[in-house]
């Protein structure tokens, strides 16, 4: 396997677009990986544009500090984990943004990192951890974990049909510490056929998924991304597997909804007002030159969702000034509504 020294940005131009990135510009990217999003975000805010980035990973953190170190006090990089969104932002004093993106999962560094233990293909200890400071692991999980929650975790977060199959025989087998026994165990236990995927490919997500409990975080992380949007602040979501797409879509539709009573009741009772506007309703994904360009983005679904009124301006809470058009030196290209909104802020 080729082993990668930066990440390429999937569907940059999209990402762009989505976020309808402007000079002055407030930006949060919360998988900042190897900066690449985050280093076109900054082109196309600047001059005045601001980006925080956030990645759970010190080294990807470190490599996105590295490459975006020409952008100067333009961008700050924090090495946390996106479920701290809010407190990340209360840190620095940042929102509400212009754009919050996710591009979620795994950067081609982590993947083809032989220490890390994310790929079925190389030889490494059980770890999946994206934080290395980060308690559990993938070996503890196989280790440790009854049977029945083993096979839970393999249904359920690699939607894998055999996942009572693999399980059992994890049991049998255990203790288990590399990639390469693991592999041993999933192929023995499904018989090696020649698919279009490596039988290992879901147990090694469905590990992946519950080592750094991703679903939990992302549900988490988008409640507080809406909450930090000023009015038409745009979320941009690229997701890489199903679970996490029917997330996101579920959220956004969610959101985007006046009222989400039951079907059968004859009078809202929940008071739910939208919050989002949903801005493609069909997912977009890459273009087949990306795909055949880089092989990694094509599992890529992307979402956007636009703000529909800041809750910080309705609850009377937005006391800080922040004017996009006094930033950028040039006028701000959004709507009259959101040039108040920026004036409000
Ligand atoms: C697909 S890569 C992002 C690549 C990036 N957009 C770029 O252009 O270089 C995903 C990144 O998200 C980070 N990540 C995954 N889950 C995270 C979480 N819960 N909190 C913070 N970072 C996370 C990973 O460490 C990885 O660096």
Not at 66 to 83: K, Q
Not at 227 to 244: F, K, P
Request: charged share 25%; aromatic share 6%; net charge neutral.
């Amino acid at each position: 396997m080729r082993s990668y020294k930066v990440h390429v940005p999937v569907m940059k131009q999209e990402v762009i677009e989505g976020l309808a990135v402007q000079p002055g510009g407030r930006y949060i990217d919360c998988t900042a990986g190897s900066g690449g999003h985050a280093g076109a975000i900054l082109k196309y805010s600047s001059p005045g544009g601001q980006l925080l980035g956030i990645d759970a990973d010190p080294s990807a953190a470190d490599t996105a500090r590295r490459r975006l170190a020409g952008y100067g006090s333009a961008v700050v990089i924090e090495n946390d984990n996106f479920v701290n969104l809010e407190k990340v932002c209360a840190k620095y004093d940042f929102m509400p943004v212009h754009g919050i993106l996710l591009d979620l999962g795994l950067s081609s560094m982590q993947l083809t990192d032989n220490g890390r233990g994310f790929s079925f293909q190389y030889a490494a200890p059980l770890d999946m951890r994206f934080n290395p400071e980060q308690k559990i692991t993938a070996e503890d999980i196989v280790n440790r974990y009854s049977e029945a929650d083993l096979a839970r975790i393999i249904r359920d977060y690699g939607e894998e049909p055999a996942g009572n199959r693999i399980a059992r025989a994890i049991v049998n087998e255990r203790p288990l510490s590399t990639t390469i026994e693991l592999v041993k165990i999933v192929e023995q236990a499904l018989g090696f056929k020649r698919g279009r995927i490596h039988p290992a490919t879901r147990t090694f997500q469905a590990l992946r998924i519950a080592v750094n409990n991703e679903l939990e975080h992302l549900e988490s992380t988008l409640r507080q991304a809406v909450n930090l949007l000023g009015y038409e602040g745009r979320l941009v979501v690229i997701t890489y597997h199903s679970l996490e797409d029917r997330i996101v879509k579920q959220f956004m539709q969610h959101e985007a909804r006046d009222c989400v009573c039951p079907p059968e009741a004859m009078v809202c009772e929940c008071h739910h007002t939208a919050s989002l506007k949903l801005i493609n309703r069909k997912v977009i994904t890459p273009a087949v030159e990306e795909i055949s360009r880089n092989p990694r983005s094509r599992s890529a679904k992307l979402r956007i969702a636009e703000r529909t009124a800041s809750r910080l301006e309705w609850d009377g809470i937005a006391k800080r000034k922040y004017n996009a058009e006094e930033n950028s030196g040039s006028s701000c290209q959004r709507s009259s509504m959101l040039k108040e909104a920026c004036g409000l802020f």
